[in-house]
């Protein structure tokens, strides 16, 4: 039949771009989003898993294998496709905090899934990462996809993404931003666009709890922690994300990220996943600091025309009926407005005694920060430049063990000694998360944008919960009528 396709996976592609307007009402910049989620695997994986493959059956890779994968579900959803078309069989491996869709997909098509639990190390055996490593050591003719470091990956949007889009649009737009995951997409369409249009920028967003915005920004490793969003952020470095590329990273937290995601349906009749609606919320953010830089208009007199970024939309919402467009589920994370939940950071600052944040400067002498502990009897501060940017954390003992190991001085600049066993948050983050935050690291930093604004330590939420109990507890007294 003349115009016919000779399979599904001839379908990838050729998405369609749309332009934002009620969920960016106000805004002076416009913001168009690349509508991945329309692939006939439902997700821009379609891309990387048609061209992964492609690499593997030229390395040898021979009908009747297996291939394995660890997945947050789009990947294995694509590869899943592919191998009902070619006679491969699947093995996925996931971890336990992805939608039950997710899983229900896969196995839709005849894949084979384990779930591993999401809250331990990636070293860890029990990671969903080892976990696929050693199916695909122990099984014969396979293919381990490896997204995290397979090459394909971001040459797949090299070739395909980012062409694609210069096509559509002959680059008429100033900035670039998508979701940081395994970076594929980032670094691959980022390098073609770069490459096309020099002034290009490219943007990432993360959300919190992620390693990637305080490496970007400050340099350090520091405390990755579970966060709900899925598909996006992650606990360690994919060698697929080049971070060079970036020129800025933007934070988002779970509720702003569910909440556009509902919004983008709603409002823009998207039907999105949950790292679409972050890559929009992260997207509107790098609008507004563009306003404030005076970069919302292209061009002068005449030819002048608001700046415009394009977002890369990943996946569909079917996949998140049970979390994101489920009220009850919402509400039992705290996500909707009428939900008390236990709180958000901001609550707990509001609740705590006022002090002023005490912090060091870089350049800092070891017995000025010991006076400056002493005089105010605090035993740990953030070290923060006269910008207000984050550079680490001192507590006393690890003053204590510089001094004691006669590595240091007394004289001896704090940087020399500043740690990386924080993890940051913003005032949204909520205090279900903190609990996890604290469990493995000396504090949390609280950061406004790219600014300091408190440090939480354990002491802290144990006094708001010890507060909030007493609240629960005091028995309201009725006036006595006279």
């Known amino acids: 039949m003349q115009g016919a396709l000779v399979d599904i996976s001839k379908a990838v592609g050729n998405t369609p771009i749309v332009r934002l307007s009620r969920v960016t009402a106000g805004l002076p910049v416009e913001i168009y989003v690349k509508c991945e989620f329309l692939n006939p695997g439902g997700s821009h994986k379609d891309r990387l898993a048609s061209n992964m493959l492609r690499r593997a059956e030229e390395d040898g890779l021979k009908t009747g294998g297996t291939i394995v994968e660890a997945t947050s579900g789009n990947t294995g959803a694509s590869l899943a496709l592919l191998a009902a078309l070619r006679g491969y069989k699947c093995v996925f491996v996931m971890p336990d905090k992805m939608s039950q869709e997710k899983i229900s997909h896969l196995r839709a098509f005849g894949a084979r899934v384990v779930v591993c639990p999401t809250a331990v190390e990636p070293e860890d055996p029990r990671s969903y990462y080892q976990v696929a490593e050693r199916i695909a050591r122990e099984t014969p003719n396979c293919f381990y996809a490896n997204q995290y470091r397979n090459p394909a990956n971001p040459e797949a949007h090299y070739l395909s993404s980012g062409p694609e889009i210069w096509k559509q649009t002959g680059g008429d737009f100033e900035v670039f931003c998508a979701g940081m995951g395994t970076g594929g997409t980032l670094s691959g369409t980022g390098k073609y666009l770069r490459e096309k249009k020099p002034s290009m920028k490219v943007v990432g967003v993360d959300p919190v709890g992620s390693l990637y915005y305080d490496f970007v920004k400050t340099g350090r490793i520091t ?252 028995p309201s007294i009725a006036p006595t009528a006279v």
Not at 232 to 249: A, Q, W
Not at 279 to 304: F, Q
């Open 223 to 474: 405390k990755p922690f579970s966060y709900k969003v899925e598909g996006i952020g992650e606990d360690f470095f994919p060698s697929t994300m080049d971070l060079k590329i970036l020129d800025d990273v933007i934070r988002v937290d779970d509720k702003e990220c569910f909440l556009m995601t509902r919004d983008m349906t709603r409002l823009e009749g998207l039907f999105v996943g949950g790292s679409g609606g972050a890559a929009v919320s992260g997207a509107v953010k790098y609008a507004r600091t563009m306003v404030d830089r005076g970069e919302a208009v292209v061009g002068e007199g005449a030819g002048a025309r608001p700046a415009r970024i394009l977002v890369f939309l990943a996946d569909a919402g079917h996949k998140y009926l049970s979390k994101i467009f489920n009220d009850e589920w919402m509400r039992e994370n705290g996500f909707l407005e009428d939900a008390p939940g236990l709180g958000t950071v901001s609550d707990l600052l509001a609740a705590r005694e006022s002090r002023p944040l005490v912090t060091a400067h870089p350049d800092a002498k070891l017995r000025d920060v010991v006076a400056l502990m002493k005089s105010t009897s605090i035993s740990q501060l953030p070290v923060v430049d006269s910008r207000g940017k984050l550079s680490g954390i001192v507590a006393e003992v690890d003053v204590l063990r510089a001094l004691v190991s006669g590595g240091k001085t007394l004289d001896s600049a704090i940087t020399e000694v500043a740690e990386d066993d924080y993890a940051t948050v913003t005032p949204n983050t909520k205090v279900e998360l903190l609990q996890g935050v604290l469990s493995d690291s000396k504090a949390a930093i609280v950061e406004d944008g790219d600014r300091v604004v408190a440090i939480v330590t354990r002491i802290d939420l144990i006094d708001f919960f010890t507060k909030q109990t007493a609240a629960a507890t005091t």
